[in-house]
């Protein structure tokens, strides 16, 4: 089947502008997360949805971060009035459960200028 | 907080000889332990992973291995060839956060011919 999707796959924006990223999760993963990862660097944390449960949002930067998972399926990242050090891959991924296998769709590489 | 931390940042070695990445970790109910490989430009993808009931696991010329009393666990990759050049991160799960997932920081892999 289709795996992680995600769109745009490339999104330029000027500074102060708000922008959506979008995820497409595997078909019943009950758990989605969102990553950043900027040149050359690790997967920094973001927030991850499991099932109905209240999401975990500890991984946001700051309050211009904000995320939601709608019917359990589609994810959406909303980045508010972006400033250039957002600039980074924004990967989203989705597992079957917690504790096992992520796979990654192909991520969202914003660019703030 | 809970933590991994993996070594080195940058491994290079000789094509067809052995690599090998360490990573420890913090919490000592983790009881899942995936390796992924990030190609440059691609999304990461996961290459061999262990749970905690078991000590070592081989896939063909990788496997990793677990010390749960010394917390740590290794990614072994022999007779390296030029398509294993990329980015490997190694990961945790962490009770405290549901059994989500910690990274470390990554490992640059180069293969010289």
């Known amino acids: 089947g289709a795996g992680v999707s995600q769109s745009p796959s490339n999104k330029v924006t000027e500074k102060g502008k708000d922008v959506e990223l979008r995820c497409d999760p595997i078909?019943?993963?009950?758990?989605l997360y969102w990553y950043r990862q900027s040149l050359g660097q690790g997967l920094e944390f973001l927030i991850y949805f499991q099932g109905n449960s209240a999401p975990d949002k500890s991984g946001l930067p700051s309050d211009r971060f904000s995320a939601e998972r709608t019917g359990g399926s589609v994810s959406t990242l909303t980045i508010q009035r972006t400033q250039q050090e957002d600039s980074a891959v924004y990967l989203c991924?989705?597992?079957?459960?917690?504790?096992?296998?992520?796979?990654f769709g192909p991520g969202t590489r914003l660019t703030v200028l | 907080g809970e933590n991994v931390e993996q070594h080195p940042s940058t491994l290079s070695v000789q094509e067809g000889d052995s690599a090998v990445i360490k990573c420890t970790y913090s919490d000592s109910a983790s009881n899942y332990f995936p390796w992924y490989k990030q190609e440059l430009g691609k999304r990461p993808q996961l290459i061999i992973d262990?749970?905690?009931n078991v000590g070592e696991k081989k896939d063909q010329r990788i496997a990793v291995t677990l010390n749960k009393t010394a917390k740590h666990f290794s990614l072994h990759i022999t007779e390296t060839q030029p398509e294993d050049s990329a980015v490997y991160f190694c990961?945790?799960?962490?009770?405290?956060?549901?059994?989500?997932?910690?990274w470390g920081a990554g490992t640059k892999l180069i293969i010289k011919p």
């Open positions: 078909s019943g993963h009950t758990a």
């Open positions: 990961a945790a799960s962490i009770r405290g956060s549901n059994y989500q997932l910690i």
């Open positions: 262990i749970r905690s």
């Open positions: 991924a989705s597992s079957l459960e917690q504790g096992v296998e992520q796979f």
